[in-house]
């Protein structure tokens, strides 16, 4: 069964970092494009990030030059670095693939 599984939310001071793993089953990872939404209370969820198989890489315009999205294949694995965060950017972070989501993970950014 094809699943995946977020870890590394947290609270943060505005200014701070925090990196998002999310491990894949191998069956979903290969092939498919790889996505990280969010969800913020009262808001829609939104795209934040995706990467190819390939390694090619998206993002939306809020988290350019902040956020850094990557994959290990070896280890069946997206990651999300998230540097210089914003109040704006607390927020439920959920991993996606193949029509398939994770859990979810909290990130919390407030002094």
């Known amino acids: 069964q094809a699943q995946l599984a977020e870890s590394g939310g947290g609270w943060v001071q505005p200014g701070g970092s925090l990196r998002l793993s999310c491990v894949a089953s191998?069956?979903?990872?290969?092939?498919?494009?790889m996505a990280w939404y969010r969800q913020a209370p009262g808001k829609q969820r939104e795209l934040v990030a995706t990467?190819?198989?390939?390694?090619?890489?998206n993002y939306v315009d809020s988290v350019k030059g902040r956020f850094t999205i990557s994959r290990e294949n070896a280890k069946n694995t997206v990651y999300l670095q998230m540097n210089n965060l914003k109040p704006e950017d607390t927020a439920i972070y959920y991993c996606?693939?193949?029509?398939?989501w994770g859990q979810g993970t909290q990130v919390t950014i407030s002094s």
């Open positions: 191998r069956s979903i990872f290969r092939v498919n494009v």
């Open positions: 990467i190819t198989s390939g390694g090619r890489t």
């Open positions: 996606y693939s193949n029509s398939v």
